[in-house]
């Protein structure tokens, strides 16, 4: 991703601040449901959320799942938005392909659904998703693991610690964008574990938390102690992947990547506990939702897709202190100084 779009997607944010009107009496009320709300990415995603709804007078009611993958939590959180007269919804589905049903009764009932972070399957069961590109955030850390390894990428041994069971998108993508990056064959692009490539030991899910991080590292390095390479869904499942790694005394030298970028990820990779992560911009998500329901409230207007994409780019940088060539990134000074949580 070029800087420029990050700046891009910044100065957006920067602009609708600066331009915003003041906050008048809330005749329009929105609804943020995420997946948790103890991940430190949603816990920032409803920061921007919350301000920016107070900013423009706007009632904004939060909802989160008990875990990731708590979708039951999220449908009953959408029929409660559509009762209480909502004009939109932000949504981190934890099912993106389980929920559609319900988020297809939302828009029925005329309010504008937007995806946040994670794609609905297909893309397009929402009004408009506004998300890192994730396969492409997956792909900066497999192209950055690679290149670090070089010759030694082609007898790598990598796990996979992935999300949940259900493959959200989110989930798929990163993974599959790291296939691509590392330069392994994906088969078919839309689902996890149909590859054929010798290096992969295997997958595990984390539930995208540090407990469930630490036992995906310890089950796959049951079968096969000699992993020198881990994808991760997120910094949380990083660290936890890594006090596994440090249990055996692997800790120094094993390549850990991830994605997310928040501040206690961008810190670790700082401290090497991560070597690369993918940041993104939970904040800039949110704000910009909580600005497009109150366009649509006042206007009708629906939020358009970036040209060329289906989807909102947000932006995405890779985030080191190793930079490999080829591969663009920031260090990890930068990282904080756009970092959340």
Wanted: hydrophobic fraction near 40%; include cysteine.
């Amino acid at each position: 991703m070029k800087k420029s779009l990050i700046t891009a997607a910044l100065s957006t944010l920067a602009l609708g601040a600066a331009f915003a009107m003041p906050a008048q009496a809330a005749d329009v009320s929105a609804c943020l449901i995420t997946k948790t709300d103890t991940n430190p990415f949603f816990v920032k995603m409803k920061e921007g959320a919350t301000a920016k709804a107070a900013e423009l007078g706007v009632e904004l009611k939060s909802y989160a799942g008990k875990i990731d993958g708590d979708s039951e939590s999220q449908v009953a959180a959408i029929e409660t938005c559509i009762a209480d007269g909502a004009k939109g919804i932000l949504l981190t589905a934890s099912d993106t392909k389980g929920i559609v049903p319900a988020v297809q009764k939302a828009r029925d009932a005329g309010l504008l659904v937007i995806a946040l972070d994670t794609p609905l399957e297909p893309i397009d069961a929402a009004d408009q998703t506004f998300a890192t590109d994730n396969l492409l955030a997956g792909e900066l850390i497999g192209k950055w693991a690679a290149a670090t390894l070089g010759d030694a990428a082609k007898d790598a041994r990598i796990g996979f610690l992935n999300l949940t069971p259900s493959q959200p998108s989110v989930d798929v993508l990163r993974n599959q964008g790291f296939m691509k990056g590392f330069g392994i064959d994906v088969a078919d692009i839309t689902k996890i574990g149909d590859e054929t490539d010798p290096r992969i030991v295997g997958h595990d899910v984390t539930n995208g938390n540090e407990e469930g991080g630490r036992t995906a590292m310890e089950n796959l390095l049951q079968k096969d102690p000699t992993i020198n390479v881990v994808h991760t869904i997120n910094e949380p499942a990083a660290a936890g992947a890594y006090e596994a790694l440090k249990a055996l005394g692997r800790e120094n030298d094993v390549l850990i990547v991830s994605v997310d970028g928040g501040c206690p990820g961008v810190k670790n990779v700082a401290d090497g506990v991560i070597g690369a992560t993918s940041q993104q911009y939970p904040l800039l998500m949110a704000s910009l939702g909580i600005e497009a329901i109150k366009k649509f409230a006042d206007t009708g207007e629906k939020p358009s897709a970036t040209e060329g994409k289906n989807f909102f780019d947000t932006g995405v940088a890779l985030v080191t202190d190793k930079p490999a060539a080829g591969v663009e990134s920031i260090d990890t000074k930068t990282g904080m100084d756009r970092c959340w949580g």
